[in-house]
């Protein structure tokens, strides 16, 4: 029997903080999931969807990829997975059976998320309704279909690791650098890319042509900088310029379900470190 006392409730009080993290804060999850815009991908455009249940189109060069369902039913969602396979997933790109995700999944920039708020995210994803939607099968060119082969761009393009903070940065730059490249993956979508679909790093944020002739926008300093950051701030939450013009259709679901569901201290982060950014010119056409 244990002798009660100080040292002993202060023993049960650390184990049970221990538990407690290691279970993952779903809350905390959930804020997080807005941050990454999981809804937007993992969830069809029909009316009556139900959220994270998958079915979403991705059009790009090498084809259509569709959003699996991330909900935790045993048979068609993630209800199998364990932590640890989520986190390799996120990590390294990795399945549970050990074969390769496809990129358009966009774990290079999630391999940068903290292993804390991995495990927050993924505590979440157990609180959701489980749906028995099989995920849709990829449209791919025949060329891109092998996932033995995406080991050879990962080789390329890949380096798994969570993100490290920049000393010579402020702390809301960092927070904000984190916002932008890990959680919000703007890389993904807002940096040209080459014949292999590998992201031009020297090019970061400049702007990128994407599926059926649509544009994502440069933003470096290069655009930024007629926006004071009050106007930038109303944009990334309300979708509306100051001269009244509105974000075309796919950055309008990004505000409404990832920047505008931001606080207004990571809104303030993000444009910290947008103007942090090199100014560089915008994608030629």
């Known amino acids: 029997m244990f002798a009660r006392g100080p040292a002993t409730a202060g023993f049960f009080f650390l184990l049970w903080a221990a538990l407690a993290a290691a279970q993952g804060d779903a809350k905390h999850g959930e804020y997080l999931s807005k941050a990454a815009g999981c809804i937007g991908c993992h969830t069809e455009t029909r009316e009556g969807a139900q959220p994270y249940a998958g079915g979403r189109a991705l059009k790009t060069p090498f084809g259509t990829f569709y959003g699996p369902n991330i909900t935790p039913d045993a048979s068609a969602g993630l209800g199998r997975w364990s932590e640890a396979d989520f986190m390799r997933a996120m990590r390294e790109g990795e399945r549970p059976d050990g074969s390769n995700d496809f990129p358009a999944f966009p774990y290079p920039s999630f391999t940068k998320i903290s292993d804390d708020d991995l495990r927050d995210l993924w505590a979440y994803l157990r609180t959701l309704k489980p749906s028995a939607q099989a995920s849709r099968p990829h449209e791919l060119g025949l060329l891109y279909r092998s996932r033995a082969a ?66 994502a926008s440069n933003l470096t300093p290069t655009r930024l900088k007629k926006y004071s950051d009050a106007e930038l701030k109303d944009i990334l939450t309300s979708g509306l310029f100051p001269d009244g013009d509105v974000l075309g259709d796919t950055m309008s679901e990004v505000v409404k379900n990832t920047t505008g569901q931001l606080t207004p201290q990571d809104l303030d982060a993000v444009i910290a470190y947008l103007r942090s950014l090199p100014a560089l010119p915008d994608e030629p056409k």
């Not at 904000?176 to 890990?182: D, K, T």
């Open 150 to 215: 995406v080991g050879a761009w990962k080789k390329l393009f890949f380096t798994p690791g969570p993100m490290k903070p920049d000393p010579a940065h402020s702390a809301p730059v960092n927070r904000g650098a984190y916002l932008v490249q890990a959680l919000g993956h703007c890389g993904e979508c807002h940096t040209p890319r080459n014949a292999l679909g590998g992201p031009k790093s020297d090019r970061f944020l400049a702007g990128a042509k994407l599926a059926d002739d649509a544009t």
